[in-house]
């Protein structure tokens, strides 16, 4: 059964609202706060256009606002909703609901959330959507690609999550786990490279899913190094043309293993993970069509903090899909320089620029006739948060 | 031409300033910053870790009290001197990473308040309240924590 990101949302306002409306609660008690962000974003590719922006002729399609409000009506528990509007070319054009959530942490060790909330895989997913909380304009697109964002970003169900000392010798070890549903809708930008096929998916994608991640924080202090494993099993109803039929996905896991250190203004940081699926499009009188997928991709990053208001930055990003047949679609290389100017506490400018070779990730075909095998990408944006 | 006795007296008298520059009043960040917290807090000293870990959200308790609320000072010296010495990172790196936790869903923003009179007013009223002002600011009623 799928539920509504509107409906989810009323729930736990209706939870926030229900459960602390008591004469002797007046809204000070509930410790309510409203935040957001807000960033535009512009691009220039010398050649290929970069997720439907015409980002070949300079593109400013790149706009997205985040609302947060949240609530602490006692110290354990929090409820909280944020939404989002997100303008990326033709890709999407919509408010979606980030989370909503209630999250009761009975103590260090234990915690738990439940609603819509954020999936707790590898080393920045949580944090992937949060441009206000990074340095960089893109992360590093062979883990964190901004079409893919939504289908590994949050799920309908729940987390648990706690710390467990290990000793002032052996550092700490944070642990989550989760489960529930995925839930894709219709137009989620993680389908355009199957509408670039003709084939549509009117209902979206929903499946199980759950896993769990460790985080290793070592003696040495500012060194973590963590793994995760994710489990998924989406399908939905396709169509295509005057043919209907299924898309569906394999029951796949997927390992993330990665490390971050920070000292004083120096991080140091990277990730690996493989993702080795098949997806099947069956139709009623028409072709089944297999797509077997085995990417592996891997980033590496540092930064350093220049002063107090400038930080720079550079990353190298690696995916290669080792089913596709031997191309410059099959992989890609992404050597960015980045730099951000915080000009005040509210509001910020950035400036990347990417050296791209190969087509993996982040074109469609729709507004890419001939793909070349390499561009390169100027990006600016600007942001203020609250 | 010094001999090398002098050269070791004159290295003596070099470190004997330094040290007693070491120890006056405003030499040092951590002598300008005062931790305090509200008399509910169950303990008197903690560790540099420790708070460190309350003030990135990492934590939400120290020994002897499982809640506590971190306030913090908008900006200002003592600000820069508390996140420097005490957390480990400028202020605008420190704000990121909450900004982090709070988009994320994982915690919500610690109270930020304009003066040191304020803070202390905050902590005076709020059980399990942490927070740092300037040490020459009055902080009548509050707790002051020692860093180990």
Redesign the interface.
């Known amino acids: 059964m799928t539920r509504s990101p509107i409906a989810t949302a009323l729930l736990v306002l209706a939870c926030l609202w229900g459960g602390t409306s008591g004469p002797a609660q007046s809204l000070d008690d509930l410790n309510i706060e409203v935040h957001g962000y807000a960033t535009q974003g512009f691009l220039y590719t010398t050649k290929n256009n970069w997720n439907t922006t015409n980002s070949s002729d300079g593109s400013a399609a790149w706009t997205e606002a985040v609302l947060n409000i949240s609530a602490r009506p006692i110290p354990q528990l929090r409820v909280g909703v944020q939404g989002r509007y997100l303008l990326l070319g033709y890709l999407t054009n919509a408010i979606t609901l980030d989370w909503a959530q209630a999250d009761y942490k009975v103590n260090e060790r234990f915690g738990i959330r439940a609603g819509k909330v954020k999936t707790p895989i590898g080393l920045l997913n949580e944090s992937q959507d949060i441009d206000p909380a990074q340095l960089w304009v893109l992360l590093p697109q062979s883990l964190y690609a901004l079409a893919n964002r939504n289908s590994t970003l949050a799920h309908f169900g729940g987390v648990m999550y706690g710390t467990v000392p290990l000793g002032e010798r052996f550092g700490e070890v944070q642990y989550r786990g989760y489960g529930g549903q995925r839930v894709l809708t219709s137009d989620d930008a993680v389908f355009q490279t199957v509408r670039d096929k003709g084939i549509s998916l009117p209902n979206g994608a929903t499946g199980p899913m759950y896993g769990g991640t460790l985080r290793w924080q070592t003696p040495l202090r500012g060194l973590m190094v963590g793994a995760s494993e994710d489990s998924e099993h989406t399908s939905g109803a396709a169509v295509l043309g005057a043919l209907s039929g299924s898309l569906k996905a394999t029951h796949f896991y997927q390992p993330y293993f990665y490390g971050i250190y920070e000292h004083s203004k120096l991080m140091v940081g990277g990730e690996y993970t493989r993702q080795a699926l098949q997806k099947t499009t069956a139709f009623v009188g028409g072709p089944t069509i297999f797509i077997p997928k085995d990417q592996r991709a891997w980033y590496m990053m540092a930064s350093y903090k220049l002063s107090e208001k400038i930080t720079g930055g550079i990353y190298y990003s690696d995916s290669l899909d080792q089913q596709l047949p031997r191309s410059a679609a099959r992989f890609q290389k992404d050597w960015a320089l980045s730099a951000r100017y915080d000009l005040n506490t509210y509001l910020y400018l950035k400036a990347e620029q990417h050296w791209i070779d190969g087509t993996e990730l982040g074109y469609s075909t729709s507004d890419n006739t001939a793909l070349q095998p390499n561009t390169r990408m100027t990006t600016f944006k600007i942001g203020v948060s609250f | 031409m010094k001999t090398f006795g002098e050269t070791l007296m004159t290295l003596r008298l070099s470190l004997l300033l330094l040290a007693l520059a070491g120890a006056l009043p405003g030499s040092k960040a951590h002598a300008q910053v005062l931790v305090i917290a509200n008399p509910s807090v169950g303990t008197a000293e903690v560790s540099k870790?420790e708070l460190r870990d309350v003030f990135t959200g990492?934590?939400?308790?120290l020994p002897g009290t499982?809640?506590v609320?971190p306030v913090l000072l908008k900006?200002g010296p003592v600000n820069a001197d508390f996140l420097g010495l005490y957390v480990?990172k400028?202020?605008?790196?420190f704000?990121?990473?909450w900004?982090?936790i709070?988009?994320?869903?994982?915690?919500?923003?610690p109270k930020t308040l304009d003066t040191d009179a304020a803070v202390v007013e905050y902590v005076l009223h709020t059980p399990?309240a942490v927070g740092y002002i300037g040490r020459a600011s009055p902080h009548d009623g509050v707790k002051t924590l020692i860093v180990r």
């Open positions: 870790a990492a934590s939400s308790s499982a809640q609320t900006q480990g400028s202020d605008s790196a704000r990121a990473s900004r982090s709070l988009f994320s869903g994982q915690g919500v923003l399990g």
